[in-house]
């Protein structure tokens, strides 16, 4: 068995880490921390975990010095896990990092986008965390920069096209997300009544994850990103729509031979070459789902993707990330099925 230990654990990604935890035979949690629930119990702050035998004894702790585990998950905002994560990389534990902090080789992209300076990267082995993309790097690495929500279901969707060539280098992503996207702490954009029977644009031009998704598509072929996200009344879950424009003479069937192949060994990439992604499907699960593939009379190319932003775009992959790190089944702990409806 394992141990290993949650930074952060009252935050959303934290309780989806502990809920899909719950089902992993090869890992215990030993450790989950919080600044302001430190002493409590894991049930209290998280009720739908009750009855858990595994976490029976498991209580909230605010000394993130003490603490010690195999492996250690930080699911803390963007600036907070650098200054927390380099303790346990000298400590010669490994790490998954939720946040952004980790992501970029280039940090003067980092700053520019995510307005703050960075405290430099630690020298050890470091990967960024999508395994249909980089898993031998992650096998290797000791801190893994779990990628952002919306990149995974925008490189995901994107990545057999850029790698065969098959599209022009621009490509616009527009993506509808659920709003525990935001994390626990209500906002003004996130109260009720301004998502709901809404759909909100937001940082049209200027969202943080489109250098992400562009360095990653840079590191297949040819690629210039646009993105838009949008909030949406869901809780969660996200909707890519890709719009590419073809620079062969393909047609549908070819394209999506090409996804076929191309994520032919990847258990977490659903094709589906009739039936349009749905978020209903992916919902709990660790799932991306790709579909559409249609082509219009100006040659542009349209998929579609569906992800769980808590699950594939966050906590589910930090967990299959993990499970590569240790040697474990990919799919260890990641049984969940989806919604239907
Ligand atoms: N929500 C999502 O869909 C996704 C989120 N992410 C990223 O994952 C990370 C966590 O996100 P999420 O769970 O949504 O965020 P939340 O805001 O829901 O939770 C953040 C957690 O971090 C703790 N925390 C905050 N600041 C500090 C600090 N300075 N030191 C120690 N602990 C701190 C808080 O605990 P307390 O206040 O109790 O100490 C809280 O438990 C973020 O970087 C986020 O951007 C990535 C992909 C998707
Ligand atoms: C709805 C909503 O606000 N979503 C967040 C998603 C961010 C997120 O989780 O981003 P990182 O993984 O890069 O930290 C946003 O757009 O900022």
Redesign the pocket.
């Known amino acids: 068995m394992k141990e290993v230990a949650i ?10 880490l502990l809920r899909l935890l719950a089902n992993h035979e090869k890992v215990n949690v030993t450790y989950i ?5 430190a002493g409590k119990h894991v049930f209290k702050i998280h009720p739908h975990l009750k009855g858990i035998e595994k976490y029976k004894d498991l209580y ?1 702790t ?1 000394d ?1 010095d003490k603490v010690e585990a195999d492996l250690i998950f ?8 650098m ?2 994560v380099p303790d346990f990389i000298e400590r010669g534990m490994k790490v998954i990092d ?4 980790y992501r970029f080789e280039d940090l003067s992209l980092y700053e520019k986008y995510y307005k703050i300076k960075h405290k430099g990267l630690p020298e050890t082995k470091i990967a960024y965390g999508l395994p249909e993309l980089h898993r031998e790097e992650i096998k290797k690495a000791q801190l893994v920069a ?4 919306f990149p995974t279901g925008a490189i995901l969707a994107v990545a057999p096209l850029v790698k065969e060539g098959i599209i022009e280098e621009r490509i616009i992503f527009d993506s509808k ?2 709003v ?6 209500p906002t003004e954009i996130t109260h009720f009544p301004n998502v709901n029977e809404n759909i909100n644009p937001y940082k049209i031009t200027t969202h943080r994850h489109t250098p992400e998704i562009e360095k990653e598509l840079k590191k297949l072929g040819k690629a210039k990103v646009s993105f838009t996200p949008h909030l949406a009344p869901i809780t969660r879950g996200i909707l890519t729509t890709a719009h590419t424009f073809l620079a062969k003479d393909v047609d549908r069937e070819e394209i999506i031979k090409v996804y076929e192949k191309f994520y032919k060994d990847e258990f977490f990439v659903r094709i589906f070459s009739e039936e349009i992604p749905k978020l209903t499907w992916v919902r709990g699960t660790n799932f991306c789902d790709i579909g559409g593939f249609e082509i219009d009379e100006h040659n542009r190319l349209v998929v579609i993707s569906a992800i769980d ?2 699950v594939k ?2 906590s589910g992959q930090a967990i299959q990330n993990m499970n590569i790190m240790f040697g474990f089944d990919e799919k260890e702990g990641l049984f969940e099925v989806g919604l239907n409806p």
């Open positions: 930074i952060g654990a009252t935050g959303y990604t934290g309780a989806e921390t919080s600044r302001k629930e909230f605010g993130v930080t699911a803390t905002p963007h600036g907070a896990s200054d927390i939720l946040s952004g902090d779990n990628p952002g929500c997300t659920g525990s996207g935001a994390g626990v702490n932003n808590l775009g966050a």
